[in-house]
């Protein structure tokens, strides 16, 4: 497998409006209704993937392979958040991120992503097998 060449720096944003779909209330995470920790993770592996989508070629991916998440301060529904991954450390396969998540001028989250290069097919069929 031909690794592609990823340099730190590297980055995607995305934004989300909290609805209620995507409080801690609705995923049973909290009885709050506010941006649900899962919500925000799952936000900050979108960026990390969008972030790599451009430059993998055919036949390759990357998977999750760990993750900490600071969720410092609530979001209520109704106010949007903008996230931001930066890749920071490459290291062979392994492609390390630091995401920060924001409502206006106030950090919502930090999170660090660690994500696997590898062949999707072949991680399926394990999955599979």
């Given at each position: 497998?031909?690794?592609?060449?990823?340099?730190?720096?590297?980055?995607?944003?995305?934004?989300?409006t909290?609805?209620?779909?995507?409080?801690?209330?609705?995923?049973?995470?909290?009885?709050?209704?506010?941006?649900?920790?899962?919500?925000?993770?799952?936000?900050?592996?979108?960026?990390t993937?969008?972030?790599?989508?451009?430059?993998?070629?055919?036949?390759?991916?990357?998977?999750?392979?760990?993750?900490?998440?600071?969720?410092?301060?609530?979001t209520?529904?109704?106010?949007?958040?903008?996230?931001?991954?930066?890749?920071?450390?490459?290291?062979?396969?392994?492609?390390?991120?630091?995401?920060?998540?924001?409502?206006?001028?106030?950090?919502?989250?930090?999170?660090?992503?660690?994500?696997?290069?590898?062949?999707?097919?072949?991680?399926?069929?394990?999955?599979?097998?």
């Amino acid at each position: 497998m031909d690794i592609p060449e990823f340099a730190p720096g590297l980055s995607a944003k995305l934004e989300l409006t909290v609805t209620d779909a995507d409080t801690a209330q609705s995923l049973g995470s909290g009885d709050v209704p506010v941006l649900g920790t899962p919500r925000v993770l799952a936000l900050a592996e979108a960026a990390t993937v969008a972030a790599t989508a451009r430059q993998l070629p055919g036949g390759l991916t990357t998977v999750g392979t760990r993750a900490e998440v600071d969720h410092r301060a609530p979001t209520p529904v109704g106010r949007t958040v903008q996230v931001t991954a930066t890749l920071a450390k490459v290291d062979g396969r392994k492609l390390t991120f630091e995401v920060t998540v924001t409502d206006g001028e106030a950090v919502v989250a930090e999170v660090r992503v660690e994500r696997a290069l590898l062949d999707r097919q072949r991680f399926i069929e394990k999955a599979l097998g």
